[in-house]
């Protein structure tokens, strides 16, 4: 069957404006966008977001701009309204281990309300407990406490000082001890020189005296400690006895509020009996004292700071569950931290200090994170395996040793988190986590799967069309008439590569629309027209093809041998692309075959040197095998042939160029040169079908521009396979040269059809594409059969003439 030549109207998609339903999409309300295109993606999110077993974490996959961020943060909003709100976090001091501050959970909104209270019990214990211990009840018994020590005290004291006068010694009271003195002859106290020069005999009595009044102060103190302990025991007794009825009543003014059920109800109850009991413990440093009364201060203020209430979550602005979008998850954002202070070189913390992380906040909610963010720190990946594991998290730092000097350790409570982690990664990256961590991979049963195209139909362009509104309103730009819409849509269709699927990246629809929203602003339109569209399309190519430019340059300067016009054997132009990922390009590359009698069958020289990938070189196998297959009544073939890539340096890879080969090969064999004007591109099966192949749009379009360069003569164009159809979205500018006569785009399914276009002979195949045995002598196949009886008969006498000699005498 010969090779067709399709029509300007099949080249690439048109889509009519008037179809749209709309004349520019400042008409179209916008509701919540739909997900166009990824309703299984949709099915799968809604699926994993209301599964409450554990384990059932999201894991979304897609390409960068197919909105699988947004998309999934919208419907996580969505599904979070419809929530009970979950319960604040609070850090209180733990009395009996500070290092180790207790956590407490309460309804969303408490936390709050108890930190008010504390604050204003701590204002309370201020004011009121000075207050009342300076009443005239509370002195009245107080000195009475007092006063019986006094008396007991003064009567050991008379006789004490008694003993001491009656053995010649003065005694008295001074900052608070007993001194005592020897007395002379006037009743002063002796000097050093006057004792020294007392007789021996009265010095001896001196001492003897002085050893006795020891021993009666010592029988002194033992009775007056006692009494002193009584009524300091008692005195402190009478402040709780004052203050107790203070501290009960206010604490049960903080419990009223908080009389809802919580699960930590027994944990508040036994905190404020904590706070009571210690308040109690410590009434002394509510009295203001005459001397060192800044130490009491700052000890007073230390003692206050315990009672205050560290909020780390606070969950009463909520209206739902919460949905955290963490974009930074480093290990203190996303785990939580201690906060120090430095002292004396020393690094100083306590339980207020402590702060929640992103996944301790998402408690109850969701927490949408990257795994690209995730595994760049080993830290933070180890951490987040082991709180999927176990389902708690422990604030602390990762190591006290990277700090700059010795810090005050801090070993909070930790806490039982349920989140629902929504990680967002590649394909590559799904399936590379499958296979390095299964364990973790393990929690992430939901797949989201997200698709880079999907089936167009009016519907999903209908969609598209309110995504442009959407984002005109959102970025403030200028909205698209109709025919800009659609000129949009057809770029969606080229981004794929596809006539009846759209790419489903609206990351690129997005940027388009505002490039083109420019292009109006700078020509001075009040609506973005097709024209605008189109030139947004032009800056962009020139904005990113010089790499194209140069090399097409080099085939006009000669540099890269490429002919546009006449007829070579052995010789064709094969069309590859270059995708530099920010630009993809076509690019003609010169194919050329060599043939003449051997043993060795096809030689791809590209392999020989290591510069050709393996889908290359199975596409060179495949067509070793065509052609021992085509010519299989000749088996086994007698032939040498070289294959190579002219002036490729970079290496090749793919199998598309696998037809221009065969074509090659077979114009070498049958001495039937190759029209150079069309260029060729396409796989080959075992079965001489042409299969097809990437990136045709930019082959084709590099292919013209060369030949535009050139001159078009009506004689170019190129041999694309017949499965490729579908797949035409080309340039304008093609399609203008194919409907003015220029250029051709033809089309083949099986090898023959474009044997016989590119040689102006019959191929010689049937047309039910059955092979030999022998062919129309006149073809082309038949003449590449000549060739080969040719080969075998001269190898067979290179492979007779050793054995000739060996019988020469």
Sequence with gaps: MPAKTLFPDQLRLQIDPSSLGFASTADLQVPNLPW??????EQAA????AMEQPDYNLFVLGEVGSGRASLLHQLTQAVA?????????????NFKSPDRPRALRMPAGQGRVLRQLMVRFVRFLQDEIPARLDSEDFKTDSERIENVYKTEETKAYAKLDAFADAHGFNLYRESGRLVFTLRGAKGGALTENEARALPKERRAQVDQAEQALREEIAQFLETTRPLLRTMNEGLAALRRQVVRPLIDHELQAIRNPLKK????????????????????????????QDDDDAERQEALSQLLLGYRVNLVVDNAELAGAPVIVEDNPVYHSLFGRIEYQAEEDVLLTDFSRVRAGSLIRAHGGFLLLHLRDLVADPLVWEKLRRFMRSGKVQIEEPSNMLMPMT????????????????LIGSTEEYYALQEVDPEFARHFRAKVDFAESFVATADTRAATALFVA??????????LSAAAVARVLEDAHRRVDDQSRQSAIFGHIEALVSESAAACDARGGGLVEAVDVASALDAHRLRHDYPEQRLRESIIERERLIDVRGARVGQINGLTQIDLGDWRFGLPVRVTAHTHAGSQGLLNIEREVAMSGPIHDKGVLILHSYLTHLFAHLAPLALNAALVFEQEYHGVEGDSASCAELYA?????????????IAVT???NQHGEVLPVGGINEKIEGWFRVCEVAGLNGEQGVLIPERNRRHLMLDQAVVAAVQQGRFHIHTAAHISDGLALLTGQASGLPSSGQEGPGYAPESVLGQAERSLRVYRRAYQRMAGLPRLRRHLP
Excluded: M, N
């Design 36 to 41: 166009i295109g990824q309703e299984r993606a």
């Design 46 to 49: 809604r699926f994993g977001l």
């Design 81 to 93: 309204a419809e929530r009970a709100v979950p319960p604040d976090l609070c850090y209180l001091h």
């Design 261 to 288: 059920q919580i699960k930590d109800a027994v944990k508040l109850g036994s905190y404020l009996d904590q706070v009571a009991q210690d308040v109690l413990e410590h009434l002394e440093l509510f009295l203001p």
């Design 407 to 422: 810090a005050v350790s801090l070993q909070p409570q930790g806490v039982d988190v349920h989140t629902k982690i929504i």
């Design 470 to 479: 959407q984002t005109c309103r959102k970025l403030g730009l200028r909205h």
């Design 665 to 677: 090969v077979l114009s070498a064999l049958a001495g039937v040169p190759l029209r150079q004007g």
């Design 682 to 684: 396409g796989a080959l």
